[in-house]
């Protein structure tokens, strides 16, 4: 080779060596980039994920003072459609549980005047999600509050008790 074609040989090595040196700069820069915008994402996500755990609650679903949540009767509906583990209690007296209005189906007579009593029956339920109504909220919310205080961990009183359960429109057992 003479002197010119060496010395073209090198000018393209050195132009082409360049070329690479510029495109390699350039790929550190797009992954330092795409580094940075990973790392955003990841602390977006976490900060997400902690604010979710700490700020968000279920739809539907409210946690009381007394410790236990209240849903609507239609929330309560699907919790018994979606899930085996929901034992549901029926605090109304016998009369009414056995009576023309009828009861959940499914739903364990327990009247709230001899619940006590009947805690030594109610404790293999403890670990589940007790779904709790009497005839109105008051007397639910009162079962739902012994129970949580006796130590029932997932206690759920369903809002407007066994009337709201009807006026919506929902199905019911009768013993009869």
Same mark, same amino acid.
């Given at each position: 080779?003479?002197?010119?074609?060496?010395?073209?040989?090198?000018?393209?090595?050195?132009?082409?060596?360049?070329?690479?040196?510029?495109?390699?700069?350039?790929?550190?820069?797009?992954?330092? $980039?795409? @580094? #940075? &915008? !990973?790392? %955003? +994402?990841?602390?977006? $996500?976490? @900060? #997400? &994920? !902690?604010? %979710? +755990?700490?700020?968000?609650?279920?739809?539907? &679903?409210?946690?009381?003072?007394?410790?236990?949540?209240?849903?609507?009767?239609?929330?309560?509906?699907?919790?018994?459609?979606?899930?085996?583990?929901?034992?549901?209690?029926?605090?109304?007296?016998?009369?009414?549980?056995?009576?023309?209005?009828?009861?959940?189906?499914?739903?364990?007579?327990?009247?709230?005047?001899?619940?006590?009593?009947?805690?030594?029956?109610?404790?293999?339920?403890?670990?589940?999600?007790?779904?709790?109504?009497?005839?109105?909220?008051?007397?639910?919310?009162?079962?739902?509050?012994?129970?949580?205080?006796?130590?029932?961990?997932?206690?759920?009183?369903?809002?407007?008790?066994?009337?709201?359960?009807?006026?919506?429109?929902?199905?019911?057992?009768?013993?009869?």
């Amino acid at each position: 080779m003479t002197d010119s074609g060496q010395q073209t040989a090198d000018s393209r090595q050195r132009t082409t060596g360049s070329r690479y040196r510029v495109l390699d700069r350039t790929m550190n820069k797009v992954s330092c $980039c795409l @580094l #940075s &915008v !990973v790392c %955003c +994402l990841s602390v977006v $996500c976490c @900060l #997400s &994920v !902690v604010f %979710c +755990l700490t700020a968000c609650r279920t739809v539907g &679903v409210s946690r009381t003072a007394n410790g236990f949540a209240e849903v609507s009767p239609m929330i309560a509906a699907e919790m018994i459609l979606d899930s085996n583990q929901v034992v549901v209690l029926d605090v109304r007296t016998p009369e009414q549980y056995r009576g023309p209005e009828g009861h959940i189906g499914g739903a364990l007579s327990a009247p709230f005047d001899s619940i006590e009593r009947q805690l030594p029956e109610l404790l293999p339920y403890q670990g589940q999600t007790v779904l709790v109504y009497g005839e109105t909220s008051n007397d639910g919310a009162l079962a739902a509050k012994l129970l949580t205080v006796a130590g029932f961990r997932n206690v759920v009183h369903i809002n407007g008790g066994m009337q709201a359960w009807i006026e919506r429109g929902y199905r019911v057992v009768n013993s009869r």
